[in-house]
């Protein structure tokens, strides 16, 4: 293991993101997850802010 590149942490869990593709499209930008189980709980807990954008009339 020589090279450490800046990896992201994971925005639930703060661990670094090894995988890439468990990320999510929310109001506040793209967020990147360890797992898809992080990234499923933060879905569920910004269900809010991770829909697509809706205009109410
Ligand atoms: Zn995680």
Do not use: H, W
């Not at 639930?12 to 593709?21: A, F, M, T, W, Y």
């Not at 929310?26 to 189980?37: M, P, S, V, W």
């Not at 569920?44 to 809706?54: A, C, G, S, V």
Request: charged content about 25%; glycine content about 8%.
């Amino acid at each position: 293991m020589g090279d450490v590149k800046d990896k992201e942490a994971c925005v639930l869990c703060s661990q670094p993101v090894e995988i890439s593709g468990f990320s999510l499209t929310t109001r506040d930008g793209l967020k990147k997850f360890c797992c898809a189980g992080c990234l499923s709980i933060y879905q569920l807990l910004n269900e809010d802010n991770t829909k697509p954008t809706i205009t109410p009339c």
